[in-house]
């Protein structure tokens, strides 16, 4: 599913929205962070080539097989979410659990946190909050799943700051052409 829009911001959050309801999974899910952030790497690759519209038939179908093969881990975090939202909006609303409640005090003046209706009730200070589109990846610091980057080899690492050079804007060609101009011009001063 593409979204057909003039608006590029509507459209990946839609897209995003999407994704994030079908590939839900959380750290706790997997058995390191490593693997849990080539998850959300994975994800993400397939966001931006969807909002940029490379090779979208073959990630669309990539999503339906993924769907079909999880369907029952995808709903069980659909479940567990809605429950976190739902326990999320009851604290947020200061309502306690209903063994907690004192019905006997006969007031109908008092909400269930005790306090009279149309007055100021404080939040409650430990309150969840609830959760934005999907998780970030989180920072694998030193640990015994990645030593110091030993895996990567020389070939890698100049590819990978190479590229890093290239989104920074920056190339080699026109480096050497402003030097080229900057001794030119100043040769006739």
């Known amino acids: 599913m593409v979204v057909a829009s003039g608006n590029v911001f509507a459209k990946e959050m839609a897209i995003r929205k999407r994704i994030a309801s079908i590939y839900n999974k959380r750290v706790d899910d997997f058995e390191s962070l490593r693997d849990f952030n080539d998850y959300l790497e994975e994800v993400e690759d397939m966001i931006v080539n969807l909002v940029e519209g490379i090779d979208v038939p073959a990630i669309e179908s990539r999503i339906a097989q ?14 567990r979410k809605a429950e976190e939202y739902a326990a999320a ?12 409640v004192d019905l006997s005090s006969g007031s109908s003046q008092a909400g269930p946190t005790g306090v009279a209706q149309g ?12 959760m ?8 694998l610091g030193p640990g015994s799943d990645m030593p110091g980057f030993e895996y990567e080899d020389e ?12 989104a920074g804007g920056f190339s080699l060609e026109m480096s050497k052409k402003r030097a080229l ?4 011009a100043s040769i006739w001063i």
């Open 155 to 166: 070939e890698t690492m100049k590819l990978r700051a190479e590229k890093a050079a290239k």
């Open 181 to 184: 101009e900057e001794a030119f």
């Open 89 to 100: 909006l009851a604290a947020s609303k200061g309502q306690l659990p209903q063994t907690a």
């Open 66 to 79: 993924y769907q079909r093969e999880n369907a029952e881990q995808i709903m069980i975090a659909q479940a």
């Open 119 to 130: 007055q100021y009730a404080p939040a409650i200070a430990a309150q969840p909050r609830p």
């Open 132 to 139: 934005g589109m999907g998780q970030q990846p989180l920072p």
